[in-house]
């Protein structure tokens, strides 16, 4: 049975203790609110001697990406951590980790993107990254950092996935409010993880080999994305086993998807991370009044779980879906969009009203919820129509 240990900790120091037991090798990064304190916190655990990781202080969060893309690629498990414009000035790099195979574990504390300047929580750095062929879990509090940052490990590692995973948690709401965690012992986690065993380092000495070197017109690139989307899409039940495995050790369930209500609700909120114990909040409340409330939260983002998500949905009178950034041009934001794809495909039509809210961290109020949840009431009957709409502003 393994031992837990009960503490206070933010975010940032629980994704910290998750490099640590991972007994990661390489760890290059470049601090960044919010951030800052997770790399911090880990490189206390180097200077204190409680890992044997190279710690790269890098110069930025493009060398950061880089080091870890060169330090995977001799075989080592590498983590490392960012946000915001971090996420951004790495972008290049992104692709580069992806489309090698490469299981780097990155965490991201969300962060909005200037201009104007801003460091506080929302989805805009994350999306920017979303179809950057990373694997994206999304925790709602700081224990699930912990959790999904060790669950990262054992996912981006396995032989039939091999590839970089984001672990993401919203800044400051997240990174850093204090909360009641469990830590597991070392010996478990460590047992858990496994460890790295490279099946094909890309740089091994033993042989000459050239790596990002230029692929013809079309045919190889082609093939070689090609693969990487098959990998991805194929990645679900790794994914899961990896879930599993871990709520066999702590008790904690894993799923891509977590619902609340939403066995016979009417009404559904679809939410991403931090947002949703609010949002639980009003749907309880729209019980007691009778009104049959429900909210789906959103745990794995890429890949997207259409099939589970269309599945829970199927049965609602209307939708409200809740976007912490925008995607300027499109008729909606991301989840706005994948949401409304994972409907089409199951041939279901339910309307739906798409929000963006919370943007530069702004307070996520229960009214402005049930607003929300009113106005899908609305929308049901055919009172309000399936625009996109601002929620929380003048």
């Known amino acids: 049975m393994a031992n837990v240990t009960v503490l206070g900790a933010t975010g940032n120091q629980m994704v910290a203790e998750a490099f640590r037991q991972a007994a990661v090798d390489v760890l290059p990064a470049y601090p960044i609110t919010p951030q800052t304190t997770m790399v911090e916190g880990y490189s206390k655990f180097v ?75 929302d989805h805009s750095d994350v999306m920017s990254a979303r179809d950057s062929g990373w694997i994206i879990l999304f925790a709602e509090t700081a224990q699930e950092a912990y959790d999904n940052t060790l669950i990262a490990f054992r996912v981006a590692e396995h032989a039939d996935v091999l590839l970089p995973v984001m672990s993401t948690l919203d800044g400051f709401i997240t990174t850093h409010a204090m909360e009641r965690c469990e830590l597991m ?72 998807i977590e619902t609340h209500q939403c066995d016979d609700a009417d009404f559904i ?36 779980p259409f099939k589970e998500v269309a599945e829970v949905l199927k049965g609602a009178k209307s ?21 409304r794809s994972a409907l089409y495909n199951e041939g279901i039509v339910i309307p739906t009203r798409n929000y963006i809210y919370g943007l530069g961290g702004a307070d996520v109020t229960l009214d402005a919820l049930r607003q929300a949840f009113a106005e899908i009431q609305q929308l049901a009957d055919g009172k309000l129509d399936q625009s996109l709409s601002y929620l929380g502003t003048r």
């Open 47 to 121: 200077a204190d001697g409680r890992v044997h990781t190279e710690y790269v202080a890098v110069e930025s969060e493009h060398s950061a990406m880089s080091a870890s893309i060169g330090a995977s690629a001799a075989g080592a498990r590498v983590a490392t951590a960012t946000a915001a414009q971090g996420l951004v000035h790495m972008y290049e790099q992104l692709y580069i980790a992806s489309g090698m195979r490469l299981p780097i574990v990155m965490a991201n504390a969300n962060r909005a993107l200037s201009a104007p300047i801003n460091i506080h929580g």
């Open 185 to 256: 012992d070392d010996e478990t986690v460590t047992s858990y993880v496994g460890t790295r065993t490279p099946v094909n380092p890309l740089i091994n000495g033993a042989s000459a080999s050239s790596h990002g070197m230029f692929a013809s017109l079309g045919g190889t690139y082609f093939e070689v994305k090609k693969a990487q989307r098959a990998a991805i899409d194929a990645s679900f039940p790794y994914i899961q086993e990896a879930g599993d495995a871990w709520e066999n050790i702590s008790g904690r369930k894993f799923e891509f």
């Open 269 to 304: 909120m679809v939410v991403l991370g931090s947002s949703a114990g609010n949002s639980r909040v009003v749907a309880d409340e729209l019980r007691a009044q009778g009104i049959k409330a429900g909210v789906l939260r959103i745990r794995l983002y890429r890949p997207f």
């Open 319 to 339: 939708i409200a879906i809740l976007d912490r950034s925008d995607a300027f041009g499109a008729e909606y934001g991301p989840v706005g969009l994948d949401v």
